[in-house]
């Protein structure tokens, strides 16, 4: 009776994440999306999707000037899958991002306003607690669907409308 060789684990590819780091991801139909690490912490990066289709040919440089399409906290899974490749890093940042704004239930303190970095700012308004989340994160993945659904070779989700840059992107047919 043969024996069962061992089965290993493959080893989790050991990439050193940068601030600026460029990225691909597939588009679909042979294109390509363009994206960056804007934050990069321990356990979650915070980025950006720009605007426009490329082909294989993508570089990092490419970004210079682009406009923000999509932004939002996420893992690095895709890019230790191979799924988001990086291309190089660039000195370049966006111009246009619009960092969320979340509300915080503070225990005995009330709801706070909060920054993309987890800072308390001050007590939310009434108005405020309506308009603004509670902290969220996607995953890579719903970032990579969310660029296709804009573009409309997916469907479009309403949790989608949380990760634009910009309202005004939004095709007035998916505006609720």
Known sequence: MPVDEPTTKPKRKRLRLKEGDVFR????????????LVIVEKNRIFVVMYHGLYDAAVRAEDVEGARTFLRGWTQDGSIYRGRWEILGNSPWRPQDLNFPIFRANVFERGVWIKDHLRNLIRPATPDEVERYDLEWSTSSDGFDYAFRALLGREKWIPL???????????PSSLIQ
């Not at 991801?25 to 960056?36: I, N, R, T, V």
């Not at 989608?160 to 939004?170: A, E, F, G, I």
């Open 25 to 36: 991801f597939d588009a679909g139909q042979g294109e390509y999306g363009l994206g960056q």
């Open 160 to 170: 989608y409308s949380k990760m634009l840059n910009d309202r005004s992107d939004l």
